[in-house]
């Protein structure tokens, strides 16, 4: 497996159109850096959910799964999967975060994403975030939209575990939906994790990549 490292990012910028996305997508990515980079500068902006339950929910969680960092973590009130609906508000929302910071790494979600407030928004981060390595993370669900994705991070046994761990304690309000639970979340890191010859990974789409093999 070919890898190619990043440097040490010191910020991260985090976009989700639901509370629970990041957790779900990119979790085990964000406690890896986390736990290395003690102090990181994470900027998360979500969309949806703002002022109920479920916003309660994911301060408690990306505090969790950012262990140790400078968290700043935004919750709009955008409706849940109205998002093409309401594109000038999640549009300025994206802008206003880009405007404010120049983050070494993206997360977000990915462009071929089934879901319309997912989908809508990478490609909201694409045209905001030009010059960044944006990595498309993936969340299983019904529509079976997951394809090939062209990058990995490999998750040690135990991250894994934490990960599953802290999506179970965190969201009770998703603790209904038949997709959200142990076997989903560990198999597709399983699956991914073969992908890659790990153990376990996540894996991101990447749609640019800039070299510098002269370096």
């Keep these: 497996m070919i890898r190619l490292g990043t440097g040490r990012p010191d910020r991260i910028a985090a976009l989700a159109a639901h509370c629970d996305d990041l957790a779900i997508g990119a979790g085990g990515t964000l406690l890896t850096l986390c736990q290395a980079r003690p102090g990181i500068r994470v900027d998360a902006l979500v969309l949806s959910g703002g002022g109920s339950e ?4 994911e301060q408690a969680a990306l505090a969790a799964f950012c262990p140790g960092a400078d968290l700043r973590l935004t919750v709009l009130k955008l409706p849940d999967g109205r ?37 809508g928004l990478a490609q909201l981060v694409t045209t905001a975030f030009r010059d960044h390595l944006v990595l498309g993370y993936e969340i299983v669900k019904w529509d079976g939209d997951l394809g090939r994705p062209t990058a990995y991070q490999p998750l040690s046994p135990a991250t894994a575990e934490r990960k599953v761990q802290l999506l179970q304690e965190h969201y009770p309000s998703q603790q209904h939906r038949p997709w959200y639970d142990r076997e989903a979340f560990l198999g597709l890191a399983r699956i991914r994790g073969i992908e890659c010859n790990e153990r376990y990974a996540e894996a991101f789409a990447v749609s640019k990549l800039t070299l510098d093999l002269g370096a």
């Design 54 to 57: 479920r916003e309660q929910e």
């Design 83 to 119: 998002l093409p609906a309401y594109w000038q508000e999640a549009k300025e929302a994206v802008e206003e975060l880009r405007a404010g910071i120049d983050p070494d790494l993206v997360v977000a979600p990915r462009t071929e994403d089934a879901h319309q407030d997912h989908r």
